[in-house]
């Protein structure tokens, strides 16, 4: 199995980061990507993928961490970006539920990145919440001008109708552990319906952690809870489900 976006390098793994990666191959997983939301964690993702075969990074600065972003930044993520093992620029976008960044700063920070991107053509991770809208017009006319950019909306947690919408400007959303939710009716929805060749897994991990491990650090592993899940949602087979996906998650990161 493939893990789309994880966070390794999060300071919840301290203590036992070597022996989680150490059995992933007994947990069933073949790669691990690692997101970074700033600098810091983006030089940390790029670290571990190099010294690990099994994980793959994506670089760049959250929007809650946009008020870090620079000049000199961007030219340390152009440089991060042409590391073998860095396969996408991410996690960008908007949120406007904690506004650690003032909007317009959001904003600005997530449009450079998106040029960043194509100027060395690699795919787009998006983190959006509390923005679903806004995010949706400025990847849609993104993608006027850059027809069938690889564009992946992490941790989905918009409405069936907006995951239509992006669906139909040819984006890639992926699901975690909200989908296993008692009470998460909207994502299940989404779960249920998404078109099966525009669907990744992840964990996002160390949050978001699958039922029945809520409330406890999440970690890749739990993957394959979220696909047992939506396996059933679907009515699939959970082989056939995975064998999708990972296709998917091989497909947005250039790797087929």
Request: charge should be negative.
């Amino acid at each position: 199995m493939i893990d789309a976006h994880s966070h390794l390098e999060n300071e919840a793994f301290d203590e036992d980061r070597e022996a989680i990666i150490a059995r992933m191959e007994d947990d069933g997983l073949d790669i691990v990507v690692n997101v970074g939301s700033d600098m810091e964690t983006s030089r940390k993702v790029v670290d571990l993928a190099e010294n690990n075969e099994h994980l793959y990074a994506v670089v760049g600065v959250h929007p809650q961490e946009a008020d870090g972003y620079s000049d000199e930044a961007e030219e340390e993520l152009i440089v991060l970006s042409k590391k073998d093992k860095v396969v996408a620029i991410g996690e960008i976008g908007l949120d406007y539920y904690y506004e650690n960044s003032p909007r317009e700063v959001q904003r600005a920070v997530f449009l450079k990145q998106m040029d960043l991107a194509v100027k060395v053509d690699l795919p787009i991770v998006i983190h959006s919440r509390d923005a679903a809208e806004e995010t949706y017009d400025i990847v849609a006319n993104f993608l006027e001008a850059h027809p069938n950019y690889p564009i992946l909306i992490h941790c989905f947690s918009y409405s069936y109708e907006m995951m239509e919408r992006f669906i139909a400007l040819g984006c890639v959303i992926s699901l975690g552990g909200v989908t296993t939710f008692k009470n998460a009716k909207t994502p299940k929805r989404v779960a249920a319906g998404v078109p099966i060749d525009h669907l990744l897994l992840e964990t996002d991990c160390p949050y978001m952690t699958p039922t029945p491990h809520r409330g406890k650090r999440n970690e890749p592993k739990y993957v394959r809870l979220v696909a047992e899940n939506i396996a059933e949602l679907r009515g699939m087979d959970v082989e056939e489900l995975i064998r999708h996906t990972d296709e998917n998650t091989k497909r947005f990161y250039r790797w087929i």
